[in-house]
């Protein structure tokens, strides 16, 4: 069993910064990928990044290419979601999940999911 726990959630002014962590306990893996998503009032949850464990390879959603970055900590079991100029639209429960094995492109493939940390970018 996997435990995720995400934190750095907040109240943000537009244009401002938030990073986002995700700390995994338990059943640890060195393969897989982990995600973070996103999910508005009234709106679906969608895809925001990912990452795998091993080498690194990140995707990033085109809503939020340029703006944010995912990075890990192999170490510390923690994923890193850098999200800079914020803007009212990014403001939505941010979700940490984790495919075990796979690439997680979609969101059925992934079997951990952390409790969520609410974002809201208010002036």
């Known amino acids: 069993q996997v435990q995720l726990v995400e934190s750095g959630g907040g109240l943000v002014q537009p244009g401002g910064s938030l990073r986002l962590a995700c700390a995994a306990s338990g059943s640890i893996f060195n393969s897989g990928t982990m995600g973070w998503f996103r999910q508005a009032p009234g709106k679906e949850r969608d895809i925001v990044a990912r990452i795998r464990w091993s080498g690194g390879w990140t995707y990033i959603a085109d809503s939020v290419k340029g703006r944010f970055t995912i990075s890990r900590d192999n170490a510390k079991n923690t994923v890193y979601l850098q999200m800079n100029s914020l803007k009212p639209e990014d403001t939505a429960v941010y979700y940490c999940?984790?495919?075990?094995?796979?690439?997680?492109?979609?969101?059925?493939?992934?079997?951990?999911w952390g409790q969520g940390t609410q974002v809201t970018v208010s002036s």
């Open positions: 999940a984790a495919d075990r094995a796979g690439w997680g492109t979609q969101e059925y493939e992934y079997d951990y």
